[in-house]
C-alpha cells in the first residue's frame, strides 16, 4: 500500500513516497481470544530535528492485537496483547496498519549518525549580576514583643 493513501500518517512524513508491505493473521489464541497478527514493514521519510536533512528510517511493526466489541472487554485480554475495538465487528485493515505505523514514529526523529550541534546562545562572557539583598532580611533582626 502506498504510503500517500495513509492520510494521518502522511502528516507526520516529510514525503509521501514510498510503500508500506503487510502481512494480517486473524484467529483465536489458545484461549479462545479472537486476535489480529498485524506485521508491517516500510521505510518511513523523516525530518531530523537536529540536521533538518530528510532521512528513511525503516519501521518494523510486529503487533498482536486482541479483537474487542466493548471497552469493558479490555481487562480480559491475556498479557502481550493491545485492545482493539471493533465497532458493530467491523474493521478498517488500512486504518489498524496507519495505527500501528503512527506509533512507530518517533516523537523527535533523529537521523542516526547525526551528532548534535554544540552552539553558545547569549554572551559567554556575560558578567554574573551581583547579589541583590533581600527585603526580608530586616525582619530576621526584628524581635516579637508580648
Known sequence: MPLAAL??????LAAADGVVTFDLEFGKDDLGVP???VRADATLPLLCQRT??????PVHVDSRLG???QESEEAGLPGGYEPLLAN????????VIE?????????VPVKPGSTPESRTWGDSEAEEE?????????LKNMKVAR
Open 7 to 12: 492520510p494521518r500518517l502522511r502528516d507526520s
Open 88 to 95: 458493530e465487528g467491523e474493521l478498517r485493515l488500512a486504518d
Open 67 to 69: 479483537l474487542i466489541t
Open 35 to 37: 486476535l489480529l497478527r
Open 99 to 107: 495505527d500501528e505505523l503512527i506509533l512507530a514514529v518517533p516523537v
Open 52 to 57: 533538518l536533512d530528510v532521512f528513511g528510517l
Open 130 to 138: 551581583p547579589a541583590k539583598p533581600n527585603p526580608f532580611a530586616v
